[in-house]
């Protein structure tokens, strides 16, 4: 139940936020820019049956938020008042939420996401969510993947104008009217859940998004005409 545990006081709040927060950031997203790369894996996932299990850092959520709007993804949000109000933008934002964290619920988050992975809709992951260390990969979705067979999309968010937040994972809100690169890496499959598979997937995992990061600088940067 949305909401649970939180005082009637604690709910209004969190209405409130996301009532205020949502337009301003959705404004916000309509000025970008955006430069695409790779976004035929994501549909040519869809095409053949199965459902991807979205990956990126924790500090590049919010163009996504834009850009992956209305697909009916699920993602995983904490049960404390933050999540609370977190989940209700990323319901506006068309999203769903799994209700759960590292510390808290995250088991049963990651079965109702497995059901909603079997009815036909996506997942995304802060892989290093949500409290960090920040560029570590954490278990929870090569898991994911391992159990239910759908396959992992990494991808990478840069923007060439942004501010930076003094937070853990150094999260970045692009300014308005700049220009935005996602890049899309190719498809992971997870074997199995054993612990060695699950750990070498991590690293895979880690080493794809790192060199998606370097793709999306490039992109950037490249000159109209140039191939990024």
């Known amino acids: 139940m949305p909401g649970a545990g939180l005082s009637a006081s604690r709910r209004l709040q969190a209405s409130l936020i996301a009532f205020i927060a949502y337009p301003a950031l959705a404004a916000l997203c309509r000025t970008y820019r955006w430069k695409i790369q790779g976004a035929e894996q994501y549909d040519a996932a869809v095409a053949s049956g199965k459902q991807p299990i979205l990956a990126l850092w924790h500090g590049r959520i919010l163009p996504g938020l834009h850009y992956f709007r209305n697909r009916r993804i699920v993602v995983i949000t904490s049960q404390n008042f933050d999540g609370e109000w977190i989940a209700r933008i990323l319901h506006r934002f068309g999203f769903g939420t799994a209700r759960g964290s590292s510390s808290r619920g995250g088991a049963r988050a990651l079965v109702q996401m497995r059901r909603d992975l079997a009815d036909g809709r996506p997942a995304a992951f802060t892989v290093d969510g949500p409290r960090g260390p920040a560029r570590v990969v954490q278990r929870g ?58 750990e070498q997937n991590q690293a895979s995992l880690a080493a794809a998004l790192s060199a998606l990061e370097a793709r999306a600088l490039d992109l950037i940067h490249a000159k109209p005409g140039q191939p990024g």
Not at 153 to 179: C, G, V
């Open 141 to 198: 979705v090569v898991f994911l993947a391992g159990a239910t067979g759908h396959p992992i999309l990494p991808y990478h968010i840069e923007s060439d104008r942004h501010w930076t937040l003094n937070s853990w994972d150094r999260t970045q809100i692009p300014k308005p009217f700049s220009t935005v690169a996602l890049v899309m890496g190719e498809p992971m499959c997870v074997e199995s859940v054993d612990p060695p598979t699950l």
